[in-house]
């Protein structure tokens, strides 16, 4: 597509793609600027779909207008569009804005796998105090954001920065997308069994988004996460509904997540206020106060951050009433089985050659499974570990090393999906991106050639046997596998229909089988995925849940593959999920593993038994048959 910035020309198909989102494709102009480019009605990723398309040629029609007017004296912390970008016939087809570079989604800061050894409750503090000024700025301008949520909001050290800018609401311009885990419930039809927004957005309803990402980056749960379970079976709603029914987690009746942090650690002041906030409709500016005045301390006994006068747990009677840690090694058929309680953080744990294997970090060492350090520094944010038999694999950014016996043995440059480098490895070779192509590594430190793929825009992930990856780039979206030890791409796989913007993505492998999970957000709604694929290629099955929703694929994270199975980890339970029919469906709970697995575990199956893995620790499960 031939397109005009600011009396200039280029094409499209010349410039590196970055980025996806529901209604728009990213691309790299160069000099700190990019592109965001509207995707057409005929776009592939509104493909049978007549209601995305109708919106995509409504919005394209607004922004004719609205974009030429769009107000000036915004925040310094807004990624406003600067430069029209006008398609053949003089229409807006897009616009260039400055590029945020290092950033993580605000998204991140809501998931404990993230936060935990990286990012502190300070931290968050000061994110959101930036964050606060930032809205009021837009507000002082008359102007709302409208569709606030944590994928609009770019997150550099504590600064923030608000893209997504084209839908913000002002005067004759109405916002009326919505994303329903953030948008205001008295805004929408209260008789629907999800949220449906009929009235337009306003400061207020930005407030109440801010407060819904505050509360999930400092507890890692939302006002309306968890399970409900009503003791009367006629009070059940959807769990889409329960913010127009005000059903929190303050509720008795919702089942708290387990990896979420209690919210007995927060300030009285601050909990009062989420309460008539997400219970009784409280709306206002959120207080500044209530951040300023929170004070983070770390229990010397039990290693709990909060903000109280005293630890909930050690001292209840300063901090509140949190449920009594238990530590259980039985129940029913489960025998847990204590393997390795570190003071630092497990990186990454695998089975190889038959043996448990894993990377710890402790006192300012990696270690091995054999207590080895393997190298000697600071755990940063962004680091990525792999096992390749005596070798520890430690990658940032573009690069990974090779390390065994306390040296580096190697370095590789290596292409990058965001901040991901990619690299992985299992125990016959370690496997690599570089500059288009996918390799593992030959003899005397040569590499052998797997195949092309797209830089920048593709993830794989490497099992015992073989190798699952994707690419997905502007109306392109190729998914392939690999043989893990010849050469050559099978790039035949056939994906289902993958809509809106790509949220989040996971892969587990066993010897003959590959789930592929992802979480895209498309029309206002989060939808989990996952599909079977053989070593073949072939898609054997496909689900799909809403994020959140309490079921095995509320989640995309907490499992592990075995043969033609895949284990989940729910706060109920184990789950075993097989695919009949062309269908992925749950055949088989283990109800009594529900003490000692969560959402936020990993898992591993060994020859004797199923692994758990935590921040700090491994476990063994064994069900007795």
């Known amino acids: 597509m031939e397109l005009q910035i600011n009396g200039k020309r280029c094409r499209t198909d010349a410039l590196k793609q970055i980025g996806k989102g529901g209604e728009a494709d990213i691309f790299d102009l160069g ?216 059903v929190t987690v303050f509720d008795p009746d919702v089942v708290y997540p387990k990896p979420a942090i209690h919210w007995s650690v927060l300030t009285d002041e601050l909990l009062h206020f989420f309460h008539e906030v997400f219970k009784n409709d409280r709306r206002d500016r959120f207080p500044l106060d209530l951040l300023q005045g929170l004070e983070w301390r770390t229990c010397r006994k039990c290693g709990l951050e909060f903000a109280r006068q005293g630890c909930p747990i050690c001292e209840p009677q300063l901090g509140g009433v949190v449920k009594e840690k238990v530590v259980i090694t039985t129940k029913g058929k489960v025998t847990m089985t204590s393997i390795l309680q570190s003071s630092g953080v497990i990186l990454y744990a695998t089975f190889q050659g038959g043996k448990l294997c894993y990377v710890v970090h402790e006192n300012g060492q990696f270690k091995r499974e054999t207590g080895e350090v393997v190298y000697r520094g600071e755990l940063e944010q962004g680091m990525r570990c792999r096992i390749h038999g005596g070798q520890t694999l430690i990658g940032k950014q573009n690069q990974f ?34 500059g ?56 035949t796989v056939k994906l289902p229909p993958m809509r809106g913007q790509l949220v989040d993505t996971r892969c587990f492998l066993s010897k003959d089988r590959a789930w592929f999970l992802w979480m895209s957000q498309a029309g206002g709604v989060r939808m989990n995925h996952c599909i079977s694929i053989k070593k073949d290629g072939t898609v054997t ?29 729910t706060d109920e339970g184990v789950v075993q999920v097989k695919v009949e029919g062309g269908v992925i469906a749950e055949k088989q709970r283990f109800p009594d593993t529900e003490p000692f697995v969560d959402t936020e575990c990993s898992l591993l199956v060994g020859s004797d038994g199923l692994y758990v893995i935590t921040r700090s620790e491994i476990t063994r499960l064994t069900i007795q048959r």
């Not at 102007?143 to 002002?170: E, M, R, Y």
């Not at 079921?551 to 593959?561: M, V």
């Open 31 to 246: 000099g700190g600027k990019v592109l965001k480019l509207f995707k057409p009605p005929g776009h592939t990723d509104y493909d049978g779909d007549v209601h995305e398309q109708k919106g995509a040629a409504e919005r394209i029609r607004l922004h004719q207008i609205k974009l030429k007017q769009f107000p000036r004296g915004l925040p310094a912390h807004v990624v406003a569009p600067e430069e029209l970008a006008l398609d053949s016939k003089g229409m807006v087809a897009g616009y260039a804005m400055r590029a945020v570079k290092g950033a993580d989604l605000l998204m991140r800061f809501s998931e404990k796998s993230f936060r935990i050894g990286n990012v502190p409750n300070g931290r968050v503090v000061s994110i959101f105090q930036n964050l606060h000024a930032t809205v009021a700025g837009i507000h002082q301008a008359k102007v709302v954001i409208g569709d606030f949520n944590d994928l609009n909001g770019l997150v550099v050290g504590t600064d923030v920065f608000i893209i997504d800018a084209d839908s913000f609401q002002f005067d004759p311009f109405f916002c009326m997308t919505f994303t329903q885990k953030f948008v205001d419930p008295l805004l929408c039809d209260p008789q629907a069994s999800s949220p449906m927004l009929v009235r337009p957005h306003n400061p207020n309803s930005d407030w109440y988004a801010f407060g819904i990402m505050l509360m999930q980056s400092l507890l890692y749960v939302g006002p309306y996460g968890g399970v409900y379970k009503p003791k009367n079976s006629r009070n059940r709603i959807p769990h889409d509904a329960r913010s127009l029914h005000r």
């Open 401 to 434: 090393a090779s390390l065994e016996s306390g040296t580096i043995k190697y370095r590789k440059a290596v292409d990058s999906n965001g901040a991901n480098p990619l690299f992985d490895a299992n125990e016959s070779h370690v496997y690599w991106a570089h």
């Open 436 to 491: 288009g192509q996918l390799v593992h590594d030959g003899e005397f430190g040569s590499h052998d050639y797997i195949g092309d793929i797209l830089e920048g825009q593709t993830q794989f992930w490497v099992g015992p046997t073989f190798g699952f990856g994707f690419y997905w780039a502007g109306m392109i979206r190729v998914g392939f596998v690999f043989d893990a030890n010849k050469r050559g791409i099978n790039d």
């Open 541 to 569: 099955g496909h689900a799909q849940a809403t994020e959140g929703d309490g079921s095995w694929l509320g989640t995309i994270g907490a499992k592990c593959a075995f043969g033609d199975i895949l284990f989940a980890a």
